[in-house]
């Protein structure tokens, strides 16, 4: 089978790209990370794992759609199958979306659909629940509301901090994303209709 062709996007740490990197998914070929932050700690990362680096600094465009232009001509020219946002602290146009519609997926730490936004383990604290999680998802044009492909459970403590929640997260956040990329570079997923799609079964 052919190597999927990705391009991870990121604007910090990058330890989902750190999982993505130590999957060594033999169907997957990493093109490119591309960062918004010049100092985001995830291209040290890529450097080290020999992927090469893009910085396209969203402070350096006039508005959304011209850095969102210069993003997709940096990814298009990776020829990328499949865009993974891994800590991409940006809000992507319609248009941007629409170009990679079926082939643009993020991970957000929550189960969707509680908890959008930021500080999603300090909503779950003060809501009370007792399960939290992460979700990855397609990407479609309303912020973390794509079709969900693929969630990761984690239980709740009474005593949680913010700290201790995030990190138990985090650890399923890396052992659910290269998971879903490697169903795509099997070609076993995709989006039809906003509706995930893992071996023609409806995901839901
Ligand atoms: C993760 O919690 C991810 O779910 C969210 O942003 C964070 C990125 O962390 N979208 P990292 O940069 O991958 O370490």
Not at 79 to 102: N, S
Not at 126 to 138: D, K, L, M, S
Not at 162 to 177: C, F, G, N, S, T
Request: proline fraction near 6%; charged fraction near 15%; hydrophobic fraction near 40%.
């Amino acid at each position: 089978m052919e190597k999927l062709a990705i391009v991870v996007l990121i604007s910090g740490r990058g330890s989902n790209l750190q999982a993505i990197i130590d999957a060594a998914d033999p169907l997957v070929d990493i093109r490119a990370v591309i960062s918004n932050r010049p100092h985001a700690q995830g291209l040290h990362i890529a450097t080290q794992a020999g992927i090469p680096c893009e910085i396209i600094d969203h402070t350096q465009f006039a508005n959304r759609d011209t850095f969102d232009t210069a993003l997709q001509n940096c990814i298009d020219h990776y020829q990328a199958q499949l865009v993974v946002l891994a800590g991409f602290m940006r809000i992507l146009t319609p248009d941007f979306i629409q170009h990679y519609a079926g082939r643009l997926i993020n991970i957000h730490p929550s189960l969707l659909p509680a908890f959008k936004g930021l500080h999603t383990h300090r909503q779950a604290l003060q809501a009370g629940v007792t399960e939290h999680g992460a979700t990855v998802h397609f990407v479609t044009p309303e912020l973390d509301s794509g079709a969900p492909i693929l969630q990761g459970r984690v239980p709740v403590y009474p005593d949680d901090t913010e700290e201790q929640l995030a990190q138990r997260v985090l650890d399923i956040e890396h052992q659910i994303y290269p998971q879903v990329i490697h169903w795509f570079a099997e070609q076993r997923l995709y989006l039809q209709a906003q509706t995930a799609y893992l071996d023609n079964k409806p995901i839901n």
